[in-house]
């Protein structure tokens, strides 16, 4: 027989965290972004990023995998990692983290207009293109292919059995370290769909807001269809078995 706590380890707790860790990488993202008025460019961002997404890997990821991430989930999923209904649900529970995340940083937003008497613009610290219609093709291939480098860590990293390592939360950290200190003045380097939802939720910025769905989900079918036809392992591999 199945017990209650067969199911809520297996199905429960795995969305939880995923919700948890979302929450947390995504506030600590905001504010990062938000408190960046000292002229350090996107060092800032790109430190905090990283950073606070390699640790709630390393502290989550033996529960839910540590994805936080659709964009992570929809690769994991298609070497295998995931069935369609584990995919559904860590989706909507990143989605949930990021409006989380991103509410209790406008909650320090507020304070911090108080605090400075400066008036801030709050989609400043939503993901958002600036410039003008020419950029949308260049930032969705900026998307693409920094997801694509971040899935591929991922996946090749902390699933893959051949090549996967205990150093998997530090090289995932700080391949989103990588990719923001280099794309971000592109697209602003976001990588994953949870991260720009619950800001554009918050701040009600839709703006170009499809571009970090359509660029994040290329780039993790991209890195599925390698790793199943000829990077992954015998396990994973469709070619050459």
């Known amino acids: 027989p199945v017990r209650p ?49 390699g640790i709630v890997i390393a502290i989550l990821g033996e529960i839910s995998g540590g994805h936080f991430n659709p964009a ?16 559904v649900a860590y989706i909507l529970a990143q989605l949930c983290g990021g409006m989380i995340g991103a509410g209790l940083a406008k909650v320090d937003f507020s304070y911090i207009v108080k605090l400075t008497a400066v008036k801030l613009d709050l989609s400043h610290y939503a993901v958002v293109i600036q410039s003008k219609d020419a950029q949308i093709g260049p ?17 090749m990293g902390a699933v893959n059995r ?7 939360p530090l090289c995932i950290g700080l391949t989103v370290t990588a990719d923001i200190l280099a794309g971000g003045a592109i697209s602003g380097a976001c990588m994953n769909p949870a991260r720009a939802f619950g800001p554009a939720v918050v701040a009600n910025y839709w703006s170009y807001h499809w571009i970090y769905w359509v660029g994040p989900m290329l780039g993790a079918m991209l890195t599925g269809s390698i790793v199943r036809l000829v990077l992954g392992d015998r396990r994973i591999r469709v070619l050459f078995k």
Do not use: K, W, Y
């Open 5 to 53: 706590t067969d199911v809520f380890e297996r199905d429960i707790q795995p969305c939880l965290a995923e919700v948890l860790g979302s929450a947390l990488f995504i506030f600590v993202g905001c504010l990062s972004v938000i408190e960046n008025t000292e002229g350090t460019g996107r060092l800032q961002p790109a430190l905090a990023h990283g950073l606070a997404l």
């Open 139 to 155: 930032a969705t291939l900026a998307e693409m292919v920094m997801t694509f480098f971040l899935t591929i860590v991922v996946c």
């Open 72 to 87: 992570v989930s929809m690769s994991v999923f298609l070497i295998g990692g995931l069935n369609v209904f584990q995919l």
């Open 162 to 168: 051949h090549t996967r390592s205990l150093l998997a």
